[in-house]
């Protein structure tokens, strides 16, 4: 699972051979989602609210970037949230 991003402590990644919808792994501390790359909502797991606003701030600012990613397969990194 390439990780693509890292801030505050938390960590963003995906997999490589993933079922749709276009998504993305969160992991913080204890606390594991799946955030859907498309409506930013998260459909599996949860996060803490702070967390939560941190992820979709930065996913809506790279949001073509992930679902290029998603469809190319073409991992890279990905600048954190500052």
Do not use: C
């Not at 993933?18 to 599996?44: C, G, K, Q, W």
């Not at 606003?53 to 949230?81: C, N, S, Y």
């Amino acid at each position: 699972m390439p990780e693509i991003s890292r801030f505050l402590g938390i960590s963003i990644a995906m997999y490589f051979d993933e079922h749709n919808p276009p998504h993305f792994h969160v992991r913080y501390n204890d606390y594991r989602a799946s955030m859907d790359i498309v409506t930013l909502n998260i459909y599996a797991g949860s996060l803490p609210a702070r967390v939560r606003g941190l992820v979709e701030e930065w996913a809506e600012m790279h949001q073509d970037e992930l679902l290029h990613m998603w469809e190319t397969k073409d991992f890279h990194r990905i600048k954190p949230l500052v």
